[in-house]
């Protein structure tokens, strides 16, 4: 695209050329697609999104809210692959890394039953809300396909096992089911297979699988181990219903400043869109360039009373003058703040203000996005890039 700064369409939302992308950060895309380096997020409490569905989900503490995507969560305490950890009913052996699992790797367990009336079972928390418990499973030896298996989670369900990999699941609303099982009672008939990638979540069709209590990779979790938000639906297509990461008063996205600071030049982007662009009473939090203190800052916020966009810098405790720009708060918007050596600067759509002669604060260490002061963001943020 060129230099400059742009927004998610592609559009130059001003700064002239000579800008490099320093950093990109997409909350519009699900959590696997999130660039976390030097992220980090805190809420203090639960609370509520909807997901693609329109359906409310219960975010815990200190988990980011991806609004409009696909929420999987990990119910299981441990699903990371060490099935040796689980309780065995009955006398037999587990061996964690024993087999090729369907990825190709070598992370499937090798469970051998040495009789019926078994089983391998894990308690998970009681919840009142469907769920659908799923593992993959193979027998070790081809000639055992045909055999049965027995499945445990509010009841229980036979499974007659193929030659090679499938995927069993057992759906429930038994408000009181605890224990996710696979076993030889009801005279099941295997006795010696793998078994890859358990999976205990809410709803009643299978789910990408979530590991909890070792992370797969840095974008599962959105900052809560356990949990992933996706940007498709199951068939694997594109949901038009992500906004991105809905941010509220109570909570902190934090991105740590770290090298790619330059207090001679840099700016710092952020697309967003209001969850009540109307609301005459908002203030809304976009950007907050700070030391770790209010003291010294710039800070970028909108005012849906008179729906404009404004942007200051605060020095040792006094309050700058603001610059302020008109900006239609309706619909998704970018705004950006940039500082250099003549001073600070501020975009809304494709317009730029410069305050010149303004001193930048010195000793920024981290941006708080879609935050200024005790203001948040009351909106979702799609995409955040840093500049310089």
Known sequence: MGSGVFD???????????????HDVRFDQGSRQIDVAGLAFTRGST????????????????????????????????SNGAFSGWTKDGAFTVSDSAGIAPDGSSTAARVMFTGASQALYQMSAVTSQPRIASIYVKPVLDSDAGKTLR???????????????????????????????????????????????????????????????????????????????????????VLSTVRGALLGNSDSLILTMGSWYNPDRGYLAVDFDLDNPAAASDTNGII????????????????????????????NGVTGTPITMPLPLAGEQSVAVGWSSSGLYLTAG???????????????????????????????????????
């Open 151 to 237: 499945q445990d989670h509010g009841g229980s369900t036979v499974h007659t096992l193929a030659a090679g990999w499938q995927r069993i699941s057992r759906s429930t609303t038994n408000g009181t089911a605890s224990s996710f099982s696979i076993g030889t009672y009801s005279s099941a008939t295997i006795r010696d297979l793998l078994v890859w990638h358990p999976l205990l979540a809410l709803g009643t069709v299978q789910q990408d699988y979530v590991s909890k209590g070792v992370l797969a990779s840095p974008f599962d979790g959105l900052f809560v181990d356990g949990s992933a938000s996706f940007a498709t639906d199951l068939a694997g297509d």
């Open 8 to 22: 998610r369409r592609g559009a130059s939302i001003g700064f002239g050329p000579g800008g490099t992308l320093l």
């Open 350 to 388: 494709s317009d730029v203000q410069a305050f010149s002669g303004v001193p930048i604060p010195v000793g920024l260490t981290r941006a708080l996005i879609g935050k200024s002061g005790s203001d948040g963001l009351k909106g979702a943020v799609s995409r955040v890039r840093v500049y310089g």
């Open 288 to 315: 907050q360039l700070d030391d770790g203190t209010s003291n010294n800052r710039i800070v970028a916020f909108t005012s849906t009373a008179t729906q404009t966009v404004s942007a200051r810098a605060d020095i």
């Open 47 to 78: 609370a509520d999104f909807l997901d693609y569905l329109g359906a409310t989900i219960t975010a815990e503490s200190n988990e980011l809210r991806i609004a409009g995507g696909r929420y999987v969560k990990q119910l299981l305490i441990s």
